[in-house]
């Protein structure tokens, strides 16, 4: 696992040890990121059930003015820390040891998000929790861009139920990423 492009390009990143995480491969990663491309500059990052943190890094590198990584696992937020250490990137970040389902209260007045990235883990519904915790939340501007990594079968019918509109759907091989914007009227800023 590596920084794919950006001021870090090529350092390498440690793994959470064990099967509790599953990192985004380096080809999928790279087709995530030419997506956001035009998103990443200057954004504020939130990088849930961050694990490594690869993806909020990746973003940091790229250009990312500040990123946040909410994360529950002991162990991964000390994997995280060590990644942002070793590159350089602590002064740019954020690490919390919590649940994501909690980060839109726990951020209120802390940080308003350009780009919120989420890789929960898969076949439990916890994307719906957080977009939920998420709406109307002053964490999110109107055009804050959702961006959730799931299994090719999950099913998100239910979206815009929750407020938020599918701009895009980008399947691979074994999963896919999903990206989302809060529906008209859905945010308070």
């Known amino acids: ?64 003015s500040h990123a946040w990584f909410v994360e529950h696992d002991r162990t991964a937020i000390r994997v995280i820390q060590d990644n942002l250490r070793f590159a350089k990137l602590t002064q740019d970040a954020d690490v919390l040891q919590l649940n994501a389902e909690d980060a839109a209260i726990r951020l209120e007045g802390r940080a308003v998000f350009d780009v919120v990235f989420m890789d929960p883990p898969y076949g439990q519904g916890l994307e719906k929790n ?18 959730i990594e799931s299994s090719l079968d999950t099913d998100f019918s239910w979206m815009q139920d929750f407020g938020y509109d599918m701009i895009k759907e980008k399947c691979y091989k074994t999963n896919k990423h999903i990206f989302a914007k809060p529906a008209e009227g859905a945010c308070r800023t």
């Open 1 to 64: 696992m590596r920084i794919i492009a950006g001021k870090c390009r090529s350092l390498p990143l440690k793994a959470v040890p064990g099967k509790t995480t599953r990192p985004t491969t380096d080809r999928i990663k790279e087709t995530l990121f030419n997506i956001l491309q035009g998103y990443i500059p200057g954004a504020v990052f939130l990088d849930l059930f961050a694990g490594s943190g690869a993806i909020g890094i990746e973003a940091l590198s790229r250009g990312a």
């Open 130 to 147: 957080v977009l939920l915790a998420f709406r109307g939340s002053p964490c999110i501007y109107a055009d804050t861009l959702f961006v």
